[in-house]
């Protein structure tokens, strides 16, 4: 059995024998066949599959999507069974198979840890999830989800720095942002040390190096200047200001829904599963699971697959 996690961006593979990562997006005709099908040369391999890649704006709605995905993958695993937001199991093309990876997390977590409140700080954005309510999460769209802050469009790679916050000081002078797209939250993270040129897996805005040096570059760009200008403390400063706010951001959801939800601990996943953890004194995924905590929906919709076959 394989799970499979299919994203905007990123197309997530976990297998018997770890975890793969593929950067995938899905508005460039992304080969989602042609990447799986090494994992199942012989079209005999079972997959169990979570999406939320349908809402990528090459798909003119959500329908289409989730038709292009559960093909794609068919092509690829003729035996996939694919996990749907009403908490079950599909064999084809169905609405409520739309973002419900975070469901089978949450579905998969809430039987080890039911008083706890799930955070999953990915690439694109984070989701809050109370375990404490499993029954009333089922059936949420991402637009419910959105109102009721359990989804917040922000990430560690892939958010636009302007979406993050609008000014910042400078040597204790207010300067604006520009809202041009010159550098991602993958910019900011790099220059702060909190991933990897590695971990940098998206594409960067300028499609140049994604080195210290280039992020430096791309983030000194948004206060429209060059690296020159404001030197590497000054760059600095600006991550620091952003991480600042997209942390503060993250953390008010948590405590409210904490609040609200019950919930008596936070539970963290995703690529900045440590990190964010830091932040809300939570307790990684990262130490249970390893390398899965990156990749917990494909986990999680292949653990669930596995016990409904040995039922």
């Given amino acids: 059995m394989i799970g499979i996690d299919v994203g905007g961006a990123n197309l997530k593979v976990v297998t018997e024998k770890g975890v793969a990562i593929h950067y995938c997006p899905l ?90 409140l799930f955070v999953d700080f990915g690439s694109t954005t984070t989701d809050i999830i109370p375990l404490t309510r499993f029954s009333d999460l089922t059936g949420l769209t991402d637009l419910l989800r959105l109102q009721r802050g359990y989804l917040i469009y922000t990430g560690m790679l892939r958010t636009n720095v302007a979406a993050i916050l609008h000014s910042v000081d400078l040597e204790g002078v207010r300067t604006p942002i520009s809202s041009e797209y010159f550098a991602t939250s993958a910019d900011l993270h790099l220059v702060l040390g909190h991933i990897t040129t590695e971990q940098y897996t998206c594409d960067a805005p300028d499609h140049r190096e994604k080195t210290l040096v280039g992020s430096q570059r791309r983030l000194a760009r948004v206060v429209c200047a060059d690296l020159e200008e404001i030197g590497e403390v000054g760059v600095l400063s600006i991550a620091e200001q952003c991480w600042a706010i997209q942390s503060h951001a993250i953390r008010r959801e948590v405590e409210r829904i904490a609040e609200v939800s019950g919930a008596d601990e ?44 040995s039922h």
């Fill in 27 to 116: 508005w460039e005709k992304a080969p989602i066949t042609t990447l799986l099908r090494p994992y199942n040369p012989g079209l005999t391999e079972e997959a169990a599959v979570v999406m939320s890649g349908e809402l990528a704006d090459c798909f003119p709605a959500k329908e289409q999507g989730i038709r292009f995905i559960v093909n794609a993958v068919r092509a690829a695993f003729p035996q996939s069974r694919f996990y749907g937001m009403d908490g079950a199991f599909h064999d084809d093309s169905d609405p409520s198979l739309a973002a419900a990876n975070w469901l089978a997390s949450a579905d998969r977590l809430r039987r080890e840890h039911p008083n706890a």
């Fill in 266 to 309: 936070v539970l963290t996943a995703g690529i900045g599963a440590g990190l964010i953890a830091g932040v809300l004194g939570g307790t990684s995924l990262e130490e249970e699971l390893g390398e899965l905590a990156d990749a917990l929906p494909a986990w999680a919709v292949r653990e669930m697959a596995l016990q409904n076959r």
